[in-house]
Each structure stands twice: as structure tokens, then as C-alpha cells.
């Protein structure tokens, strides 16, 4: 009883002290989580991340941005949510983090199939051209093994100019979410199993799916309320209805 007494003294605090706050959430060009469709952004992640607003009663505004504008924006201002980011290693310490919004997903080292690329290992992706997001969790992954900018990875601002340069020859190898690639592939009126080729994956980056986070400088209590609310929605059935309309 004494514990339930606090943690209700605690959200009440909480609410008081957070009450009034105009949260940002930023985001990138990502199908089908998050993206921009008639002039308004969309998704099966930002679905998630707007019902956990209207139940913790929080205003918010929600950018569509290049990501790695996103990821600096969250990194070094107070109050900014990201989504959907990958939880890695080497964010771990660099943000607070509320809780997945989006399904499962593995990251590969994609290649078109009629090109037959065979890696034994990821050192062997150092002769090829790497295309990645500028930023992304799949690009610091690569550059913590030792990967240069510029001379192996080939940043973009976006998934689908990557899958252009791809098609084109001006990359060789395609460092992606399997979730995103095949729908990039598929919105191109491409078939992903007859395209695409896993040539590698990367299975530090795990499987589990991304998260919404705050950087540093956001309060605590702040980042448990939106923590809360994510639960709720996951108890209450709505992340469940919206991943059923989405996938």
C-alpha cells in the first residue's frame, strides 16, 4: 500500500511539473512506420507514438526530417522525441529510452540478386561500395568495425535514393532494414525475392524493433510519463489493433 501511495505522489508530481510542455517529435522518410502522406505525417510508428500523446494528454508536434537532422535535433535538445530509432550499443548512454513502436526487424548488407555477390564475413564488404543513411544505426555500426565514410559507406539522406544508387551501379551493397527495403522494392513495382539479395546480416544490430527516445537533457519524469503511456497503449489493445492495420 505504501508503495502504491508513492508511485500515485510521484505521478501526480510528475503531471505537475510536466503539465503545459509542447513536446517536438522528430522522425524520417520510412515505410511503412513513418512517413509523409498528404502533407501529413503517417505510419504505423507514429499511430503508436500519437495515441501514447492523447493518453498521457501531452501536446506535441510531429517533423518528417532527414535523419540525421533528426537524430542531432533529439541528441541535443530537451524535449524532443525520436522515432523510430534502433537501440544499439553505442547509443545506449546518448538517450532516454521509452519503449519499441514498431515490429520486429533485421538489418542487412542487400545486393541486387542478378549481380550474385557472396560475402563470408562482414570484413569482405570492404571491397565494395557500402550506400547508407547518413547516421543511421546500420552506418555508425559499420564505421565502429572500422568502415570509412566516403571511401566504403556512401551516406544518403534517404532509403529510396540509396535503392536508385543501388539500381544504377553507383553502390554495390545496400545497408537496410529488411522491412524497409522490401517495401522500397515493392512501391518501385518490384518483386523483393527476385531484386534483393541478403548478402550479409547484421545481427549485432538484433532483430527486436525500434524504440521512441528523448535525448539527455529531457526531464525524467518526463520521459517515465511518456514510458507509461506506452504501456497503457500496449495494455489496452491499441498497439495491437494499429499493428494489425498496418501489417
Not at 508513492?6 to 503545459?20: D, Q
Not at 515505410?31 to 495515441?51: I, K, M, Q
Request: aromatic residues 8%.
Amino acid at each position: 500500500m505504501l508503495r502504491l501511495l508513492l508511485w500515485v505522489g510521484l505521478l501526480c508530481w510528475a503531471t505537475a511539473v510536466n503539465a503545459g510542455i509542447t513536446v517536438t517529435c522528430v522522425t524520417e522518410e520510412n515505410r511503412p512506420v513513418n512517413f509523409l502522406e498528404n502533407g501529413r505525417v503517417t505510419g504505423f510508428s507514429t499511430e503508436v507514438v500519437e495515441a501514447v500523446l492523447k493518453e498521457i494528454d501531452v501536446q506535441a508536434s510531429i517533423q518528417i526530417m532527414p535523419w540525421a537532422r533528426a537524430y542531432a535535433t533529439a541528441l541535443h535538445s530537451e524535449n524532443v522525441l525520436i522515432f523510430s530509432i534502433m537501440r544499439t550499443a553505442e547509443r545506449e548512454h546518448l538517450f532516454k529510452w521509452v519503449g519499441v513502436v514498431s515490429p520486429p526487424d533485421s538489418s542487412y548488407l542487400f545486393a541486387l540478386r542478378e549481380r550474385k555477390l557472396k560475402l563470408d564475413n562482414l570484413g569482405d564488404a570492404r571491397n565494395y561500395k557500402i550506400g547508407t543513411i547518413n547516421s543511421d544505426a546500420r552506418e555508425q555500426y559499420l564505421e565502429s568495425r572500422g568502415f570509412v565514410k566516403g571511401r566504403h559507406l556512401h551516406g544518403n539522406a534517404l532509403p529510396r535514393t540509396t535503392y536508385e544508387k543501388l539500381k544504377l551501379g553507383r553502390v554495390d551493397l545496400w545497408a537496410m532494414s529488411e522491412m524497409v527495403a522490401t517495401d522500397i522494392v515493392r512501391r518501385d513495382g518490384g518483386d523483393p525475392s527476385q531484386v534483393l539479395a541478403r548478402v550479409l546480416h547484421l545481427a549485432d544490430l538484433g532483430s527486436g524493433g525500434s524504440y521512441m527516445a528523448f535525448g539527455t537533457k529531457t526531464d525524467d519524469l518526463l520521459v517515465e510519463r511518456f514510458r507509461r503511456g506506452l504501456e497503457t497503449v500496449k495494455a489496452n489493445g491499441t498497439f495491437a489493433a494499429l499493428q494489425k492495420k498496418w501489417f
